[in-house]
Structures are given as C-alpha cells and as structure tokens.
C-alpha cells in the first residue's frame, strides 16, 4: 500500500475540468513522483448510499482511481479496465490471506475495508489450484443440463410458497416468496436439508439485510456461530455416510497438497453458496416487480408476451446489478489505464459502474426491457464469473412468472418496503409487502 505519509497536497485534476469535494468527484494529486488520479470516494459514507448512480458517473470519467480512505485504494468503474481486472487473475487476485504470503496480505472480494467476522468466501478466495478444482466439482451441479432438471422441481417450489398466501390477498414478497424459493433450491442442489431454508435464510439476511445496530443483524449474528456448527455436522456427516450429493463431493475433494479440506475449508464453501444463491437472485426478482409494479406498461408487456423474459432477465441483471462491486489485490506492479499500480495494493471493481458505462449501453440509465445486444457484468467476467449465473436466471424467471400469472394485480406497499442499509457492495431488498386479489391455491403436495 501506499503509506498515508507518502501523500501530496492535491493538487489539480489529471485531465479535465473536475469538480472537487462532492463524494465522487476527482481531486487529483501525485504522490512519490508519480501522477495518481485521486478521488474523493468512500464506500461507507452516506452521500454514497444516497446516490451511488450519479456517484459512478461522475467517477467514470477517470475510471480507474486512487480514493485515500481505509488506507487507499484503487476504484475501477469503467468498462474496458473492469473487464482486463476480472480476467487477469495474475495481475489481479481473488485471494484471501489476512496473513502476508510473499509479502503480501491478500484482501479478497469482500469490500473495502474488508469487515470484521466475515466468513472467508470458500470458492471465490480460495488459492487458484482449489479454485479449478472446485469449479470442476461444482459445475456438474449447476451448469444448463443441472438446471434444467431441476425446473420441475423450482416451479412446484415457487408454486407451493405463493399457495400459502393466495388466498390472504397479502404477504411480504421477500420474505414469503423469494427468499424462500431460493433458499430451498440452493440448499437441495448443495445436499443440505431443504427443510432447514428458514434457519439458513434467516440468519444470511439478517447479517446483510439490516443495519448493524438492527434487531434483526443482532439476532442473526448471534445464531450464526449455531449454523457454522451445523455445516460441520452435515460435513462429517457424509464422512461417515456417504450419499450422492454435492456435499459428499465436496469432503471428498482433495487440495492442491493431496490433503482432504478440512471443516473450515468445506465450510467456507457451503456458506459461499449460501452467500451467492440467496439474497442476490432473492433481491433481483423483488427489484424486478417493484419496477413492474410502477410501469404499467412494462408489467402489460410482460404479461402478455412471455417470449420478452429472456432479454428482460438480462436487463433486470444490469440495471440492478445487485452485486455491486467487490474487490482484488494487486499481486505485482503494474499499469492500469495509464495509471501505475504496486504490488499489495487494493482495487474496488464497480460491476454496477461499468453496466452503466455509456461507452458500451446506450441510455445506461433507462430499463430497456428488450436491450439487446447487453453484455452487462453483473455475473461478473473471467475466471471468477459467477458460477450460479445459470440457476439465478432460471429462478429470476419462474417467480416472475408466477407472480405475474397467478397474482396480475398485486400492488407494493411502498411504505412498508425496506431496503438493504447495511453493505455498501449490495443492492436488495431486506422486505417487500404485496396486496392483491385473492386468488386459489392450485395445490399439489410440499416438493421436498
Ligand atoms: C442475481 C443473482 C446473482 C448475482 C448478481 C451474482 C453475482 C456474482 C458476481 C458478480 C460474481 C463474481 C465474483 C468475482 O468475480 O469476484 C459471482 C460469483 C459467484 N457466485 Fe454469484 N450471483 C448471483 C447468483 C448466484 C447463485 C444463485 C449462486 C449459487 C448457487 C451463486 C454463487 C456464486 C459463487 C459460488 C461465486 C464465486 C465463483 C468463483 O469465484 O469462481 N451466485 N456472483
């Protein structure tokens, strides 16, 4: 990193006629010799959380950027240099190693600073020879053939959860529907008990969902040490007793040193899983049909034509990209949009910011529910790129669907929704109240 001491007074802007002082704007400065474009942008404060929109326009005009907060680090929010970073794993490391290996302490993909107690992200932080490895298992479980087969199963899923609530007239989209649905999935495609999706749904979004001094985190901070113990259990479980399924793969699998993970490790992974399935797919769809909710003309087109799912499902992806960003270590010195990085130093990738770069989509700003061609990055790019991307767009679309069929005129509580306060890296939905008219159930036995 570069030491705070090692700073200049700003001084002007490297290019361009820049506005200074407002969250995103660039200050310009040159530090050790060196031209460094500086900006002035943290992801914690509030005039980010307030507008990150405008915020990335305004940083994208210098978009790759030192911001001196939490020790420095590099903000990447245009296009191209988001792209040549997620592909160049070499330059660029996923990795988390809180203790330096070679010199280096690797940050890994959780934000800038990375916040204290989270769980190290098992696949996406792992070493590059476990990541393959990993990638390889996994893959069978979720790629096109894996989710297709298992469509019957998340339809009867999304219709079972809607029937316990069609005939009230209300209920919360969130946490009735979506997080439902997708939790019961991912934990039946990781071989964890379905049954349990309360339990683990609960806990992931009160830690993501909330702000820190929410009721609802405390709550979920306090059982997570519960649910760790848990993953340990079921692993040692298929230890002993085997079983066709992802989990038994999984503490079957051996590390680039021969060795078995260990219950860290397996653990990690699970709860990568449970990290990536849930909230994000859960979040997107809510975000979707809120939209739908105030465009009458985009839910009537929806409704009446469900051949436009395919190219809406892309857009809904990049214009809530609800991943927002997530971060990489520099592993060796390097040039970056004119820019020169140093080894151990930090980088901020904005997927949002680079799905809104107007370089690439015309009216970035405007749903164009059949934008085509959208090469959005809100699955991510290279080596890294989401691996449930294909089980997210199979979800996203079921429970549109059925909400859009089974309960046409639902409406939103505006002021009964609540979104995500807590981290900055994440857009979603933590509840979301629906009304609309009561309608049957069309029954069918619970599917697991
Ligand atoms: C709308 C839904 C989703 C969004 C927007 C999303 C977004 C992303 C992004 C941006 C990455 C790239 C990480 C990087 O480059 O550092 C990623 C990776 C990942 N996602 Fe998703 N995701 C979604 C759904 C899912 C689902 C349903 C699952 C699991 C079943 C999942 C599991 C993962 C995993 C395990 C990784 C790490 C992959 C790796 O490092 O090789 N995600 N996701």
């Known amino acids: 990193m570069v030491p705070a001491t090692a700073r200049r007074s700003r001084a002007t802007a490297p290019t361009g006629p820049y506005s200074v002082a407002r969250e995103g704007s660039i200050v310009g400065e040159t530090a050790e010799g060196t031209e460094r474009a500086v900006v002035e942008f943290d992801?914690?404060?509030?005039?980010?959380?307030?507008?990150r929109r405008a915020v990335w326009s305004e940083l994208r005009r210098c978009p790759v950027a030192w911001?001196?907060?939490y020790g420095g680090f590099w903000v990447v929010s245009g296009y191209p240099d988001v792209v040549e970073v997620a592909k160049d794993e070499h330059r660029f490391s996923s990795r988390y190693e809180p203790e330096p290996v070679d010199g280096i302490a690797y940050l890994g993909i959780t934000g800038v600073p990375r916040g204290r107690g989270i769980p190290p992200a098992g696949i996406a932080e792992a070493d590059p020879t476990v990541h393959a490895a990993l990638r390889r298992l996994l893959n069978p479980h979720l790629l096109p053939p894996a989710v297709t087969a298992l469509t019957p199963f998340m339809e009867e899923t999304a219709a079972w959860f809607l029937d316990r609530h069609i005939g009230a007239g209300r209920f919360d989209l969130v946490g009735d529907f979506t997080n439902p649905v997708t939790a019961v999935t991912t934990l039946r495609i990781m071989g964890l008990p379905p049954a349990s999706w309360e339990h683990y749904a609960g806990v992931f979004h009160g830690t993501v969902a909330y702000s820190a001094d929410s009721p609802e985190y405390r709550e979920a901070m306090a059982l997570l040490p519960g649910l760790v113990g848990e993953l340990f259990a079921e692993a040692e479980d298929r230890r002993r007793h085997p079983r066709d399924d992802l989990l038994t793969q999984l503490v079957e699998l051996r590390g680039s040193d021969g060795e078995l993970l260990d219950d860290g490790q397996v653990s990690a992974v699970l709860w990568n899983l449970v990290a990536g399935g849930l909230d994000t797919t859960s979040s997107m769809?809510?975000?979707?049909?809120r939209h739908l909710d105030?465009?009458?003309?985009?839910?009537?087109?929806?409704?009446?034509?469900?051949?436009m799912m395919p190219l809406a499902t892309e857009e809904y992806l990049r214009y809530f990209c609800v991943n927002e960003t997530l971060t990489r270590t520099v592993v060796e010195d390097t040039e970056l949009h004119g820019q020169q990085l140093r080894r151990g130093e930090y980088l901020l990738l904005s997927w949002l910011a680079a799905d809104l770069d107007e370089s690439v989509f015309e009216r970035p700003d405007e749903l164009?529910?059949?934008?085509?061609?959208?090469?959005?990055?809100?699955?991510?790019?290279?080596?890294?790129?989401?691996?449930?991307?294909?089980?997210?767009?199979a979800l996203f679309r079921i429970m549109v669907r059925q909400v859009l069929d089974r309960i046409p005129d639902y409406r939103v509580d505006h002021a009964g929704t609540s979104l995500y306060e807590r981290d900055p890296s994440l857009a979603g939905v933590a509840a979301m109240p629906v009304t609309?008219?009561?309608?049957?159930?069309?029954?069918?036995?619970?599917?697991?």
């Not at 992801?43 to 507008?51: A, E, I, L, N």
């Not at 105030?294 to 051949?307: F, I, K, L, N, S």
């Not at 609309?436 to 697991?448: D, L």
């Open 294 to 307: 105030g465009d009458h003309d985009a839910r009537r087109r929806m409704t009446e034509d469900p051949g």
């Open 43 to 51: 992801p914690h404060s509030r005039g980010y959380r307030d507008d």
């Open 67 to 69: 911001s001196e907060h």
């Open 368 to 393: 164009v529910l059949d934008r085509a061609p959208n090469p959005h990055l809100a699955f991510g790019i290279g080596p890294h790129r989401c691996i449930g991307m294909h089980l997210a767009r």
């Open 285 to 289: 769809t809510a975000l979707a049909l």
């Open 436 to 448: 609309f008219t009561p309608a049957p159930v069309v029954g069918g036995p619970r599917p697991w």
